[in-house]
Every structure is written in C-alpha cells, then in structure tokens.
C-alpha cells in the first residue's frame, strides 16, 4: 500500500461525531490524536461528551454517548502527564473513512481543536510540513 502525502494542516470530517470541515494539525511530534471536547460526564458505565466551541469554526454543539471508552496517559510536550478519556470514532482523509482513537481534552486556548498524531499517521501518510490542505482540496475537486 502505498502512502499518501498530506501536510501540515488539513481541513476533515469526522462523521461519527457529527463534526464536518474541521481544522486540524498533523503533529508528528505527538503519538495520540486529540480532539476539542467542552464537556465530558462519567455515569453509569457511559461517557456523555459535548463537542462545542465557541472558538473553532465549525463546531456546533454535539452531544454524544460512548460506551465503548478507555482512559490513556498523554504526556504534553512540556512533559506534564495527563490522564484522558479516550474515545474510537472515524475520520474522512481524501475521501476515505479511517479507523481512529482520539483523546479528549479542552483546546478552545489552542489554534487547532484536532491534532493528529503518529499512532493514526503510521502506514497511511508522510507528512510534507511545506503542504496544507491536501486532503481538502483533494475533496473539492
């Protein structure tokens, strides 16, 4: 199989959550893919996630159920451990649906409400940090 070159930056959809021309960065510096969530509740073996931001386009309000959810420790690039919630969805990249793991966390104070990291690039994607929008523009043509 052979791997599709995306950039540093993209614009993608993740169906499953409902969220459609989203901004992400590609960060090969960071092993898991992280998306912008508002609010997370933990009950009765269900984790209730609120996808909104009043900062990052796009983001309408979702609310979604997970019964399928784990909990991972990310460490940041400044070396602070953090343990998060992690749920299974699927992301759209030059037309295809991908498998991915994202974990949750607050990133309204960050430019980008999804990275994506190593663990879902692996196999796919090299990364041209020259390129954005790859897959974009792919989908716009």
Known sequence: MSKKIIGRADV???P???LFDINVKVDTGAYTSAIHCSEIVEENKTLKVTF???VHENFGKTEILFDDYSRTNVKSSNGFKE???KIKSEV???GKTYKINLTLSTR???RFPVLIGRQFLKRKFLVDVD???VSYNYKNK
């Open 12 to 14: 993608i959809s993740f």
């Open 16 to 18: 499953k959550l409902g």
């Open 52 to 54: 909104h931001s009043d």
């Open 83 to 85: 343990n998060r919630y």
């Open 92 to 94: 759209i990249f030059f």
């Open 108 to 110: 309204d104070d960050m």
């Open 131 to 133: 390129l954005e929008n």
